[in-house]
């Protein structure tokens, strides 16, 4: 099992958004987080990728608590959560070569990085610095990138940022491709067609508050 | 099936070249930055020369009052609650946002990461140890003068050592030095208040503050060895641990750092206190909710004691930030520079509740949502700060009193009224709004230098010295006879004149909110 969660309650201080939560995710699941805005699938996220601790319970990635600040948990996790920033003097092509540098060793096997830059139309605008992108080209970046570091869970907040049709269909198959890999996806979206494309579960988050 | 890699970290060091070599690529050849270098080696190689001659003449003279002990201690206090502060805000370990996407959640390992910036923070604390440490040189006219600087930056080591140390074991660290630094603020305060100066005999056991004072007093050289061991030996430990640090610590010092930065890069100042104030809000979850009950005309003061009621920080800076004069007074006597130190404290008090002035300024269509007219809404805000400048200019002048000639009463009576001058300098300081790069720039032989930023720079000191000179004028003389009722005017036509005339100002056709 990738991901489990025991009884886990996530929020803020005294005011608990989600409560007593129970996953399994095993290689090949993903998982499509959904609910209305401010429920908690932020929040949610931010405690599996071990960013804020939650207010109880556990949760174990492949049988070991959560902690960011283990290179094995490192190795295992990627996320893509918040807005992503950029090194305003690197390219779109060196972001790429720079993330895999950083997360060698790259397994054989793993996506390739000119294939996944060509599939979410990175390769366009490899030789671009940031400042030239278009928000909806950082957001097909920042998937590359999360997508090209090696790993077996991938936490995604809203993928579907700033992206056009296509675009949410092909993070979608890739999101498949990904579990076919073993992996395990988690993500928190609005979006019913990259939900379908990706092939996710749908797991509704009630509103406590509402 | 595609398995991980291995369990361990992988090495930081082909990343940092990597870096390195990509930002080397662009920002210019060797030469370019050579250059720069050396040019500005020699300019303040020049600098310290030139005023070598002058600064050692002052080590040998001295300050003009001899201080107390317990003056010292608490100026010593004073400077670590800042620096620990300052730390708070920082980290003291921050890391840029690019890097906090896309490098410390790699399994490359956090040391080696991190160990640059620790080094930077822990150099930075040995440096102002050493400052403090020749402060105290200085004002004792101590004859071991380099002993005593080296205690100072064994306790900056020792002290930037344990900041960093907290960061590696709790996720509370900012909170943590932030308590540190309210307590030695209040032990500052309890020095200055209770009048303590002449009565105690400072030794190391006092804390690393007043190791420089113990080295002065003849420390043994075995204690200031053990001293350097012990700051080494936490310094050293806070690198070990490097990899016990949390993205999330990192992130909030990271943010904090960058939109510093990048207010000073654009010299967009307002922005930046705009963005940091809204990260601090951001943090916090009021208990009780709901305005205070004052009359409906006032809602706007309630929004502003509201405001302040939520910001035991805030009140404890207005409190700690009426010592500094007073400590001063103890060190150089009345004068020019106690006068500056002053209004810099004053402005520095009374700023600290002109937030939603500020707001009401840079973000019009918030202004508009209350539907008010400019002078009454700006009238409405100078309440507050014309309450807290009054409080703070009472007791900041009473603790002056202490070390001055004069009557008491007349201090205290002098600072209360001179409250309404101050709340004018903080409030034309906060309704400043951007740097005005059209103003002409002025051609030195130097090269050619901006006006607007200088311009932004003195914006509300101007007023507020104006306002106030009758109170600076007594501080610098020592005396407070006769100035009241000088005072009294300029506050009323200060605040008066300040409230009509940029009350009744149009708000720059740059703005688009």
Redesign the interface.
Same mark, same amino acid.
């Given at each position: 099992m990738i991901l489990r969660t025991e009884g886990l309650d996530v929020g803020?201080?005294d005011?608990v958004l989600i409560r007593g939560l129970r996953l399994a995710v095993d290689?090949g699941d993903v998982l499509a987080v959904t609910g209305p805005n401010g429920v908690g699938k932020s929040t949610l996220l931010r405690c599996l990728a071990?960013?804020?601790?939650p207010l109880g319970g556990r949760i174990l990635v492949q049988g070991a608590p959560v902690d960011?600040?283990s290179?094995?948990f490192?190795?295992?996790v990627?996320?893509l959560l918040d807005t992503?920033?950029?090194?305003?003097?690197?390219t779109a092509g060196?972001?790429l070569e720079?993330?895999q540098?950083?997360?060698?060793?790259v397994?054989?096997?793993?996506f390739e990085a000119g294939a996944l830059a060509a599939r979410l139309g990175v390769s366009r605008f490899a030789s671009v610095l940031p400042g030239q992108l278009s928000s909806g080209q950082r957001q097909r970046l920042a998937l590359t990138?999360a997508l090209a570091?090696?790993?077996?869970l991938l936490l995604l907040d809203e993928p579907e940022r700033h992206l056009d049709e296509a675009g949410r269909t092909a993070v979608g198959a890739l999101l498949r491709d990904y579990a076919r890999?073993?992996?395990a996806v988690v993500l928190a979206s609005h979006d019913p067609t990259l939900i379908a494309a990706a092939g996710a579960q749908p797991l509704d988050v009630p509103d406590w508050h509402g | 099936?595609?398995?991980?890699? #291995? $369990?361990?970290? &992988?090495p930081a060091a /082909?990343?940092r070249s990597?870096?390195r070599a990509?930002?080397r690529a662009?920002?210019g050849g060797y030469a370019e930055r050579a250059y720069a270098l050396l040019l500005a080696l020699l300019v303040a190689g020049g600098i310290l020369a030139g005023s070598l001659p002058g600064m050692s003449t002052a080590f040998a003279d001295g300050p003009p009052v001899r201080p107390g002990p317990g003056t010292l201690l608490a100026i010593g206090l004073l400077c670590y609650a800042a620096v620990l502060g300052g730390a708070a805000r920082f980290g003291p370990l921050a890391a840029? #946002? $690019?890097r906090? &996407?896309?490098?410390f /959640?790699?399994?490359?390992?956090?040391r080696g990461l991190l160990w640059p910036t620790a080094a930077v923070v822990l150099g930075l604390a040995t440096v102002l140890g050493l400052l403090h440490g020749a402060f105290v040189a200085w004002a004792l006219v101590a004859p071991m003068g380099l002993l005593v600087v080296l205690a100072g930056g064994i306790a900056g080591l020792f002290v930037g050592g344990l900041a960093t140390l907290t960061q590696t074991f709790t996720?509370g660290s900012a909170a943590l030095l932030d308590r540190s630094a309210l307590l030695l603020g209040a032990a500052a305060a309890a020095l200055t208040v209770f009048d303590l100066p002449a009565r105690i005999a400072v030794g190391g056991w006092f804390g690393p503050w007043a190791w420089p004072q113990a080295a002065a007093d003849g420390m043994s050289p075995a204690a200031l060895g053990t001293a350097g061991v012990l700051a080494a030996a936490v310094a050293g430990a806070a690198l070990v641990r490097l990899?016990?640090?949390?993205?999330?610590g990192l992130a909030t010092g990271g943010a904090f750092a960058g939109t510093l930065s990048s207010g000073v890069v654009t010299l967009d100042l307002g922005t930046a206190a705009r963005v940091t104030e809204e990260r601090r809000w951001a943090r916090r979850?009021p208990r009780r909710t709901g305005l205070p009950r004052l009359p409906a005309r006032l809602a706007v003061l309630a929004h502003d004691v509201l405001a302040l009621r939520r910001s035991p920080d805030r009140l404890a800076l207005i409190s700690v930030a009426a010592l500094p004069p007073a400590l001063l007074a103890g060190v150089t006597g009345p004068g020019p520079l106690l006068a500056g130190a002053w209004l810099l404290s004053g402005l520095l008090a009374v700023g600290a509740v002109t937030d939603n002035a500020r707001r009401d300024r840079d973000l019009p269509a918030l202004a508009r949502l209350l539907g008010l007219p400019g002078r009454r809404l700006l009238a409405v805000r100078s309440i507050l700060p014309t309450v807290v400048g009054t409080a703070w200019g009472a007791g900041s002048l009473a603790l002056l009193a202490a070390s001055t000639a004069g009557n008491a009463v007349h201090w205290l009576l002098l600072g209360a009224v001179s409250g309404p001058a101050l709340a004018v300098g903080a409030l034309r300081a906060a309704r400043r709004g951007a740097v005005r790069h059209e103003l002409p720039p002025v051609v030195t032989p130097m090269g050619m230098v901006p006006t607007g930023p200088l311009h932004r720079l003195v914006t509300g000191w101007d007023l507020g010295l104006l306002c106030t000179l009758p109170t600076l004028v007594a501080v610098a003389a020592g005396d407070p006879a006769g100035a009241v009722p000088v005072q009294v005017a300029a506050s009323l036509l200060g605040l008066f004149g300040f409230v009509a005339v940029a009350g009744a100002r149009r708000t720059s056709p740059r703005s688009l909110s």
């Open positions: 803020y201080r005011r290689a071990g960013l804020i601790r960011e600040r290179p094995a490192r190795r295992t990627a996320s992503s920033a950029w090194y305003p003097n690197l060196e972001h720079f993330v540098l950083v997360n060698r060793p397994p054989a096997g793993w990138l570091r090696p790993s077996r890999r073993a992996g | 099936m595609v398995r991980s890699g #291995p $369990a361990g970290a &992988s /082909p990343v990597y870096l990509r930002g662009r920002a840029a #946002p $690019a906090l &996407s896309w490098l /959640p790699s399994p490359t390992s956090r996720e990899d016990r640090v949390r993205l999330a979850s």
